[in-house]
């Protein structure tokens, strides 16, 4: 069902109303575009609705509720995308593949902020060079295409983590600098003894190189390493769970 709150949230000089579904995202997409919503208003479980396209979204069927009883809704349905102040919430899945048979729920979020460091168990980059293109590892465990990135050793900041890996990953050296926070994901898996059921977050960062296609070589767990187009990129990596989070970032569109 879709259910709307009442305009009450103040910001951009107008009042805002929370668009939702406790059935599926789907749902909700199709809904949103039905009446003209853009996907820019979509914050990782809802539409931000203004209050100027309140009165079309109950004509074309939405559910008044009270802000209590739509909040309750979406947490009853496994849909809430939890995340902090300042934070955009980009897509959530349920039962998702992560690989060798594992299934889990995962929250993609761009973000600025560091992650908790206690809760982040990983790290990974998008690598872009100068002429914007992007640097793809293929997974031996895993068998697909992915940024390059690995879980944190003892001790090991995130920083250096996303540093290590790139270099293992790929032999190229950047410095921890070098490496801007962009978002993150939240692994919620059932298994106890999984790496990430007691620390769920992987830290994403973005890195730009100022040279065009240094040489890579694949290391560590990666059997290739290359530098693609935006295009070659879509092909590799669309059905990977992370996409979302990294065509945000890259502004390459849904």
Not at 97 to 104: Q, R, S
Request: glycine share 10%; with cysteine.
């Amino acid at each position: 069902m879709i259910l709307i709150d009442i305009p009450i949230w103040a910001a951009h000089g107008t009042v805002f109303a929370h668009l939702v579904s406790d059935t599926s995202f789907e749902e909700l997409h199709e809904f949103a575009a039905r009446v003209g919503m853009p996907r820019g208003a979509f914050d990782g479980d809802h539409y931000d609705v203004p209050e100027r396209r309140y009165a079309a979204c109950l004509a074309a069927g939405a559910t008044r509720v009270t802000g209590v009883e739509l909040v309750r809704r979406v947490n009853a349905s496994g849909l809430r995308l939890r995340k902090r102040k300042g934070e955009k919430g980009i897509h959530r899945w349920l039962g998702a593949p992560i690989g060798e048979g594992v299934t889990a729920d995962i929250d993609l979020v761009a973000s600025s902020m560091l992650t908790p460091d206690a809760l982040t168990g990983a790290a990974a980059t998008i690598v872009m060079d100068r002429n914007q293109s992007i640097l793809v590892v293929h997974s031996v465990r895993r068998g697909s295409w992915d940024c390059p990135g690995g879980r944190r050793e003892p001790g090991e900041t995130v920083t250096d983590c996303a540093a290590r890996e790139l270099a293992e990953e790929t032999g190229l050296q950047v410095p921890t600098d070098g490496f801007v926070r962009c978002g993150y994901e939240r692994i919620t898996v059932a298994d106890p003894g999984h790496w990430a059921a007691n620390r769920p977050l992987v830290q994403v960062f973005r890195a730009e190189l100022n040279i065009a296609r240094p040489t890579v070589v694949p290391g560590d767990d990666v059997d290739e390493a290359h530098w693609v187009s935006h295009d070659e990129f879509r092909d590799r990596c669309r059905e990977r769970f992370w996409w979302p989070l990294a065509a945000f970032v890259l502004d390459l569109g849904p």
